[in-house]
């Protein structure tokens, strides 16, 4: 069992930075690919970063390449995102994901998922 806590969410204006933290309790840490995934009001989940447990292998969302940057510290056993030039179309929950062994941006395939954290982007 595995338990994810997100935090670092807020409200911030248009072109700023914030940086989203998941702690992740368990042992087993480095053997989960972390996922970040985000839903804005009335649209369905979507990807937008994940880091393998494998290799450390980084993969983005077209929408969020070049200013969002994925990271952990297995020692810390926590996830990171740092945000950057973030956009009004930015706004919403961010949820960080823990898929066993495997690596995916499917959302149906992670196994464990923490209770989000609001971003707002103001313009």
């Known amino acids: 069992q595995v338990q994810l806590v997100e935090s670092g969410g807020g409200l911030v204006q248009a072109g700023g930075s914030l940086r989203l933290s998941c702690a992740a309790s368990g042992r087993t840490f480095s053997s989960y690919t972390m996922g970040w995934f985000r839903q804005a009001p009335g649209k369905e989940r979507e990807f937008v970063a994940y880091?393998?447990?494998?290799?450390?292998?980084?993969y983005y969302a077209d929408s969020v390449k070049g200013r969002f940057t994925i990271s952990r510290d297995n020692g810390k056993n926590t996830v990171y995102l740092l945000m950057n030039s973030l956009r009004p179309e930015d706004t919403a929950v961010y949820y960080c994901?823990?898929?066993?062994?495997?690596?995916?941006?499917?959302?149906?395939?992670?196994?464990?998922w923490g209770q989000g954290t609001q971003v707002t982007v103001s313009s």
């Open positions: 880091i393998s447990w494998s290799d450390g292998r980084i």
């Open positions: 994901a823990a898929d066993y062994l495997t690596t995916t941006i499917s959302s149906r395939l992670y196994d464990y």
